[in-house]
Protein backbone atom coordinates (compact mmCIF):
# COMPACT_ATOMS: atom_id res chain seq x y z
CA UNK A 1 0.00 0.00 0.00
CA UNK A 2 1.17 3.26 -1.17
CA UNK A 3 1.61 5.85 2.15
CA UNK A 4 2.30 9.37 0.92
CA UNK A 5 3.79 11.78 4.10
CA UNK A 6 3.80 15.77 3.63
CA UNK A 7 6.29 18.06 5.35
CA UNK A 8 7.66 21.62 4.96
CA UNK A 9 4.42 23.63 4.23
CA UNK A 10 4.64 27.00 6.09
CA UNK A 11 4.12 31.05 5.76
CA UNK A 12 6.32 33.39 3.91
CA UNK A 13 5.86 36.75 2.51
CA UNK A 14 6.36 37.22 -1.12
CA UNK A 15 9.37 36.19 -2.97
CA UNK A 16 9.96 33.75 0.15
CA UNK A 17 11.62 30.20 -0.37
CA UNK A 18 9.59 26.99 1.11
CA UNK A 19 11.29 23.54 0.59
CA UNK A 20 8.17 20.71 0.78
CA UNK A 21 9.06 16.88 1.20
CA UNK A 22 7.05 13.41 0.93
CA UNK A 23 8.09 10.70 2.24
CA UNK A 24 7.00 7.58 0.49
CA UNK A 25 6.48 4.21 1.20
CA UNK A 26 4.72 1.18 0.02
CA UNK A 27 6.06 1.12 -3.95
CA UNK A 28 6.00 -2.38 -4.46
CA UNK A 29 5.19 -3.18 -7.64
CA UNK A 30 6.12 -1.83 -10.98
CA UNK A 31 7.25 1.78 -11.81
CA UNK A 32 5.85 5.15 -10.12
CA UNK A 33 5.50 8.81 -11.20
CA UNK A 34 4.92 11.54 -8.41
CA UNK A 35 4.10 14.90 -8.28
CA UNK A 36 2.91 17.57 -6.41
CA UNK A 37 -0.34 19.17 -7.17
CA UNK A 38 -2.40 22.01 -5.34
CA UNK A 39 -5.38 23.08 -4.52
CA UNK A 40 -6.59 26.98 -2.97
CA UNK A 41 -9.91 27.62 -1.76
CA UNK A 42 -13.06 27.82 -3.97
CA UNK A 43 -10.41 26.82 -6.71
CA UNK A 44 -9.94 23.13 -8.60
CA UNK A 45 -6.86 21.30 -7.61
CA UNK A 46 -4.16 21.46 -10.34
CA UNK A 47 -1.27 19.75 -11.48
CA UNK A 48 2.13 21.88 -10.18
CA UNK A 49 5.09 19.24 -11.07
CA UNK A 50 6.04 15.59 -12.11
CA UNK A 51 8.92 13.81 -12.03
CA UNK A 52 9.16 10.66 -14.16
CA UNK A 53 10.53 7.04 -13.22
CA UNK A 54 13.60 8.34 -15.02
CA UNK A 55 13.75 11.05 -13.18
CA UNK A 56 11.99 13.47 -15.91
CA UNK A 57 10.46 16.46 -14.91
CA UNK A 58 7.03 18.47 -16.43
CA UNK A 59 5.82 21.51 -14.67
CA UNK A 60 3.00 23.87 -14.97
CA UNK A 61 3.56 27.10 -16.53
CA UNK A 62 2.79 28.59 -13.37
CA UNK A 63 5.93 26.93 -11.46
CA UNK A 64 7.97 26.84 -14.30
CA UNK A 65 11.15 29.17 -13.10
CA UNK A 66 10.42 29.19 -10.29
CA UNK A 67 9.71 25.47 -8.76
CA UNK A 68 12.09 22.37 -9.27
CA UNK A 69 11.31 19.37 -8.32
CA UNK A 70 13.46 16.33 -7.27
CA UNK A 71 13.33 12.82 -5.93
CA UNK A 72 15.52 10.96 -3.47
CA UNK A 73 15.07 7.22 -4.11
CA UNK A 74 17.78 6.15 -0.94
CA UNK A 75 15.85 8.66 1.50
CA UNK A 76 12.92 7.63 -0.37
CA UNK A 77 11.75 11.55 -0.39
CA UNK A 78 9.74 13.88 -2.71
CA UNK A 79 11.06 17.25 -2.93
CA UNK A 80 9.50 20.62 -4.29
CA UNK A 81 11.78 23.63 -3.99
CA UNK A 82 10.21 26.81 -4.78
CA UNK A 83 11.40 29.73 -4.82
CA UNK A 84 9.96 33.47 -5.31
CA UNK A 85 6.99 32.37 -3.88
CA UNK A 86 3.91 34.71 -5.16
CA UNK A 87 0.81 34.85 -3.00
CA UNK A 88 -1.27 33.49 -5.60
CA UNK A 89 0.80 30.36 -4.92
CA UNK A 90 -0.96 29.80 -1.70
CA UNK A 91 -2.81 26.31 -1.13
CA UNK A 92 -3.07 23.27 -0.07
CA UNK A 93 -0.31 21.04 -1.31
CA UNK A 94 -0.69 17.49 -2.17
CA UNK A 95 2.25 14.79 -3.35
CA UNK A 96 1.00 12.21 -5.52
CA UNK A 97 1.92 9.04 -6.93
CA UNK A 98 0.55 6.77 -9.67
CA UNK A 99 1.80 3.42 -11.73
CA UNK A 100 3.94 5.30 -14.74
CA UNK A 101 1.85 3.25 -16.96
CA UNK A 102 -1.73 5.43 -15.82
CA UNK A 103 0.44 8.09 -17.29
CA UNK A 104 -1.99 10.79 -16.27
CA UNK A 105 0.30 11.98 -12.86
CA UNK A 106 2.89 13.16 -15.76
CA UNK A 107 0.89 15.17 -17.83
CA UNK A 108 -0.14 17.20 -14.10
CA UNK A 109 -4.18 15.89 -14.78
CA UNK A 110 -4.63 13.28 -11.78
CA UNK A 111 -3.21 10.59 -9.68
CA UNK A 112 -4.65 7.23 -8.24
CA UNK A 113 -2.37 7.97 -4.47
CA UNK A 114 -2.11 10.95 -2.52
CA UNK A 115 -1.14 12.24 0.76
CA UNK A 116 -2.50 14.18 3.16
CA UNK A 117 -1.41 17.63 2.56
CA UNK A 118 0.44 20.67 3.82
CA UNK A 119 -0.36 24.16 3.10
CA UNK A 120 1.53 27.07 2.05
CA UNK A 121 0.79 30.29 2.38
CA UNK A 122 2.19 33.66 1.15
CA UNK A 123 1.59 36.96 1.74
CA UNK A 124 2.19 40.27 0.32
Known amino acids: QVQLVESGGGSVQAGGSLRLSCAFS????????MGWFRQAPGKEREGVAA???????NYAASAKGRFTISKDNAKKTLYLEMQDLKPEDTAMYYC??????????????????WGQGTQVTVSS
Open 26 to 33: GFTYGRYH
Open 96 to 113: AAELASRGSLFRLLDATD
Open 51 to 57: ISDYDIP
